[in-house]
Nanobody, 116 residues
Framework: QLQASGGGLVQAGGSLRLSCAASGNIFSINVMGWFRQAPGKQRDLVAH???????NYGDFVKGRFTISRDNAKNTVYPQMNSLKPEDTAVYYC????????????WGQGTEVTVSS
């Protein structure tokens, strides 16, 4: 089970930190990530991080976001800086056991709104 939190309303140029905590059968989870979906658009990868700390980011991030992970708490934190109105979307936490496989687990979305 994945519990996401941290969304909200922020002005352009501001920052938000999301969090996603995994519970239950978590020992097999390797990758934890975040996706986002704006109305009428496809779901895009924001960032993911492996248990070893290797990261990958969506092209639109361009150095603005940083994802980190606390393995002891089974929690992942995307720090989002320099937010733009186009970052407005519902953000979803996800996790998977195998790096090259599809995501196995999804959390509820948390809404991020960036005002201009």
């Amino acid at each position: 089970q994945l519990q996401a939190s941290g969304g909200g309303l922020v002005q352009a140029g501001g920052s938000l930190r999301l969090s996603c905590a995994a519970s239950g059968n978590i020992f097999s989870i390797n990758v934890m990530g975040w996706f986002r979906q704006a109305p009428g658009k496809q779901r895009d990868l924001v960032a993911h991080i492996t248990k070893a700390g290797n990261t990958n980011y969506g092209d639109f991030v361009k150095g603005r976001f940083t994802i980190s992970r606390d393995n002891a708490k089974n929690t992942v934190y995307p720090q989002m800086n320099s937010l733009k109105p186009e970052d407005t979307a519902v953000y979803y936490c996800a996790a998977k056991e195998v790096i090259w496989a599809a995501y196995d687990y999804w959390g509820q979305g948390t809404e991020v709104t960036v005002s201009s």
